[in-house]
């Protein structure tokens, strides 16, 4: 079993659609969780950075983590065809980040 | 802010060349700076992490006779690889961490390593 386990998709939405983006981990050590966003050929973009348990909105991202369930979601909200690309969560105990293996988007007009 | 810049961004080169890559943060000091490889649809795989000034620690499996790491300074750290064979070819990623507590890691947008 992996430590993270993310779905690779594609996920394919229309214009302005709610985006659920979802990854499960079994370390109950971890502690710091990411969300970023990788578009082809470029390297990850940080979109949010959550500490233990709880809610993070940024404009029309929303992380949500959830410690008891070993579970973390991203939240887009209004999709754009410019939200497109590959969304890899991560996650930490100290330094060293685990990956999930990225989930590709695609946000037809 | 935390703009982390990697240079070269491709490289093609034929079997046998060593290959620098840098990885410089711009606009912020980076204790630690961090190596990643990845391979095409897959996801990053961690190869090694610099603190500046000491020697790097890598990752299990990750040759560090291969793979040479320098952290000179609080802004670049620099791969190089090796006598490098197709094998080699891939997609080399750094990241960088600022200082302070609970700092997130910010990637440079790699370099795509051929070699023929």
């Known amino acids: 079993q992996k430590e993270v386990e993310q779905d690779p998709g594609p996920l394919s939405v229309p214009e302005g659609a709610i985006v659920s983006l979802n990854c499960t981990y079994s370390n109950s050590a971890f502690q710091y969780f990411m969300w970023y966003r990788q578009y082809s050929r470029k390297g990850p973009e940080l979109l949010m950075y959550?500490?233990?348990?709880g809610n993070k909105e940024d404009g029309r991202f929303t992380a949500q983590v959830d410690k008891s369930s070993k579970y973390i979601s991203l939240f887009i909200r209004d999709s754009q065809p410019s939200d497109s690309a590959t969304y890899l969560c991560a996650m930490s105990e100290t330094d060293k980040l685990i990956f999930g293996t990225g989930t590709r988007l695609q946000v037809f007009p | 802010g935390a703009v982390v810049s990697q240079h070269p961004s491709r490289v093609i080169c034929k079997s046998g060349t060593s290959v620098k890559i840098e990885c410089r943060s711009l606009?912020?000091?980076?204790?630690?700076m961090f190596w990643y490889r990845q391979f095409p649809k897959q996801s990053l795989m961690l190869m090694a992490t610099s603190n500046e000034g000491s020697k790097a620690t890598y990752e299990q499996g990750v040759e560090k006779d291969k793979f040479l790491i320098n952290h000179a300074s609080l802004t670049l750290s620099t791969l190089t690889v090796t006598s490098a064979h197709p094998e080699d070819s891939s997609f080399y990623i750094c990241?960088?961490?600022?200082?302070?507590?609970?700092?997130?890691?910010?990637f440079g947008d790699g370099t795509r390593l051929s070699i023929l």
């Open positions: 606009d912020f000091q980076a204790t630690t």
């Open positions: 990241s960088a961490r600022g200082q302070g507590p609970n700092q997130p890691q910010h």
């Open positions: 959550t500490y233990s348990s």
